[in-house]
């Protein structure tokens, strides 16, 4: 049974930073190429960030140059580093195991929620 726990969210001020953590069991995790989508009541579901089994990563424009994701194989866990957020980054962040094309329809686990607020 494919399972991923996401953790670390939280309330954050404006320009601050978080590091999100997804932990993945069920599947052969080096292999999958991994991805975060996110959701809020004003945007709804939208992609984040991808990254494959080889490190190599992509971004929604709203998110590049301000997040970073990671993987570490050995430990089966996805990372996004969340720099400089902004109060349109507040949402519940969710990882999923399929590419951009699939993520924002891809089975989901609890998420954490993120918010951005003074």
């Known amino acids: 049974e494919v399972q991923l726990v996401e953790s670390g969210g939280g309330l954050v001020h404006p320009g601050g930073s978080l590091t999100l953590s997804c932990v993945a069991s069920?599947?052969?995790?080096?292999?999958?190429?991994m991805s975060w989508v996110r959701q809020s009541p004003t945007k709804g579901l939208e992609w984040v960030s991808s990254i494959n089994s080889s490190g190599r990563s992509s971004y929604a424009d709203s998110v590049k140059g301000r997040f970073f994701a990671s993987r570490d194989n050995g430990k089966d866990t996805l990372y996004l580093q969340m720099n400089n957020l902004q109060s349109e980054d507040t949402g519940v962040y969710y990882c999923?195991?399929?590419?951009?094309?699939?993520?924002?329809?891809?089975?989901r686990g609890q998420g954490t929620q993120v918010t951005v607020s003074s």
């Open positions: 999923v195991n399929k590419g951009s094309g699939l993520a924002l329809v891809a089975p």
């Open positions: 069920g599947f052969p995790f080096n292999t999958y190429t």
